[in-house]
């Protein structure tokens, strides 16, 4: 009795290993500013108190408070799609310590809302620090996936940001465990994939006839 092809059944290993054990390349970064200079969107009065408490995915943070009110400040809302991602990072790299980042969602309006000069409505999260650059800032929060969330980007001291430079980016995750997201096989994958069941078929039947 003969046996299947060695080579062939080999070969077919290595085809299923093409089409589905290499994962595709998955990019988690959902915005990337690169050096970005301050662009104000608005004013807010005061700002929020720094607390040292990083937020992330263990549960909401609770709002840290305002100071420096009734003092006016610019700030920059930078809108981000979360994707398909419900687990979001947000990495903030400040050059001289003039900025100070937080999310929200679905808006910020801290001009028309009286409570806590409207900082506290619609809040996230917040990094709790300013760092320098060379050490950016970073907190999680916990989001819907596929919805707009806001950065807001607002300074410390009133007119220190004006002409200053951060970089800010945003990364996307689908569980607590920093997990990309799933590769989906590419075209070329499933011709392959394809072409192996096929081979296997071919093998099945070769090895029926053989026996």
């Known amino acids: 009795m003969k046996r299947p092809n060695a080579f062939l059944a080999r070969w077919f290993v290595v085809v299923l290993g093409l089409a589905w054990g290499v994962p595709q390349a998955q990019s988690t970064i959902i915005l990337d500013t690169g050096t970005a200079t301050f662009a104000p969107t ?24 305002v100071i420096g009110a009734p003092a006016a400040r610019a700030y920059q809302a930078i809108t981000v799609n979360t994707g398909d991602s419900p687990f979001i990072q947000v990495n903030f790299d400040d050059p001289a310590a003039v ?13 028309n809302a009286p409570l806590n000069f409207g900082l506290d409505v619609n ?31 607002n300074e410390v001291n009133p007119g220190g940001g004006a002409g200053r430079h951060f970089d800010l980016m945003v990364e996307g995750f689908f569980d607590t465990d920093f997990g990309e997201t799933p590769p ?19 093998l099945r039947y070769r090895k029926n006839r053989l026996s």
Not at 123 to 134: E, F, K, S, V
């Open 123 to 153: 809040y996230l999260g917040d990094p709790g620090i300013t760092q320098p650059l060379g050490n950016p800032s970073f907190f999680q929060i916990v989001a819907t996936a596929n919805t707009n969330i806001l950065i807001v980007i």
């Open 42 to 65: 608005g004013t807010q009065f005061g700002r929020i108190s720094r607390d040292g408490v990083p937020a992330d995915w263990s549960g909401p943070k609770d709002f840290p408070g």
């Open 184 to 202: 989906v096989p590419e075209p070329s994958s499933l011709i392959l994939a394809g072409l192996g069941a096929a081979l296997l078929g071919a």
């Open 99 to 111: 900025f100070f980042d937080a999310a929200y969602y679905p808006t910020f309006n801290p001009v």
